[in-house]
């Protein structure tokens, strides 16, 4: 199965434009072969399908700078900020004349409305793997519960855990993605990141960890206070390697990457190191495949049209060269 992850119809292009009118979530597989989306002043050939369409025309190019880039815009819904990238333009002449955007950071759902748009300055590309995906665990990682260390694989809706914020809570959702070998092979920047004890501290993890790339972890740092305006944020493993105690683990032949949902937003204790809990509003929700999808729609019905009533995170988040800039200049993890 492609890696994929979700589009969203717009009424306008967003250049200039005052407010984008948001339609209809799609699910856009990824046949392209070199891990960047970019627009086809760069890349003639297939860089992705949607409802069995193949696109060449994406993405549209910054003109404002060299053309050779992506066009990438901030924003707000409902106040909440977000970036995203133009991805299929009406007015191209080719592909389906439909415009489309890519969020890459924030959340969106079908109905809202983004509005303070600006285009971004930069000239850049953007890599598949730095799209909103996958955001969890893996086997083998002790989650701190009532009843002491469990492993994150026997955990069970309504089982309490230990938060940092707000004590114990009751699980509302866990959901569950293979990935194999196969899929693992065919997209390397899906491997999880090994975390080595004491990384981040003496006992901080107390052993070994795995984590998805995108998944967050708790930095506490006077650097991020001065960066950030914030002591503690949250930062994606991927933007923490540094070769040694943070590395991407290439000897996993497969694994499973488990996602935990509490009310809110939560931080909570993994193998002793403090990191997130799931936040639907933070990636893609064809990260999770459909069976489970519907049974989170089951239990919070209003994600499936709005992913922002989640709420806020639990603390800021981190882009990946934010996290990798903090970790060039060193930072402590203790809890």
């Given amino acids: 199965m492609p890696q994929s992850f979700t589009s969203f119809q717009v009424d306008r292009d967003p250049l200039g434009a005052f407010r984008l009118r948001i339609g209809i979530a799609e699910t856009v597989e990824i046949p392209d072969d070199d891990g960047f989306l970019q627009p086809n002043t760069t890349d003639t050939g297939t860089q992705f399908t949607i409802n069995g369409v193949d696109f060449t025309s994406s993405a549209y190019p910054n003109y404002a700078q060299t053309g050779n880039a992506v066009e990438i815009y901030t924003g707000t819904v409902n106040g909440q900020p977000i970036t995203f990238a133009y991805l299929t333009a009406a007015n191209d002449g080719v592909d389906d004349a439909v415009n489309r955007i890519v969020v890459l950071e924030g959340s969106?759902?079908?109905?809202?409305?983004?509005?303070?748009?600006?285009?971004?300055?930069g000239n850049t590309n953007i890599e598949y793997t730095n799209i909103p995906s996958i955001i969890c665990f893996t086997p083998g990682t002790f989650i701190a519960t009532a009843r002491g260390s469990v492993l994150v694989e026997n955990l069970q809706v309504d089982d309490l855990v230990i938060t940092a914020d707000n004590g114990l809570q009751a699980i509302r959702w866990v959901g569950k993605k293979r990935m194999t070998g196969a899929r693992l092979m065919a997209y390397p920047k899906l491997r999880p990141v090994r975390i080595r004890k004491d990384a981040f501290g003496p006992g901080v993890p107390y052993r070994d960890m795995h984590v998805s790339p995108q998944h967050r972890m708790l930095i506490d740092a006077d650097r991020a206070l001065i960066d950030h305006g914030e002591r503690?944020?949250?930062?994606?493993?991927?933007g923490l390697l540094n070769d040694y105690s943070v590395t991407v683990d290439y000897k996993i032949k497969q694994t499973e990457y488990i996602h935990i949902l509490f009310d809110k937003h939560e931080i909570i204790f993994a193998n002793g190191a403090k990191t997130e809990s799931f936040h639907p509003g933070h990636m893609s929700m064809s990260a999770i495949d459909d069976?489970?999808?519907?049974?989170?729609f089951e239990i919070f019905p209003e994600l499936q049209t709005n992913t922002n009533s989640y709420g806020p995170s639990a603390r800021k988040i981190l882009q990946v060269g934010e996290a990798a800039a903090l970790e060039e200049e060193g930072f402590s993890l203790f809890n």
């Avoid at 409305?113 to 300055?121: E, K, Y």
């Avoid at 069976?291 to 989170?296: C, G, I, N, V």
């Fill in 291 to 296: 069976a489970p999808r519907e049974e989170l």
């Fill in 108 to 121: 969106l759902a079908q109905g809202q409305q983004i509005r303070n748009i600006n285009l971004s300055s």
């Fill in 232 to 238: 503690e944020v949250l930062a994606p493993a991927k």
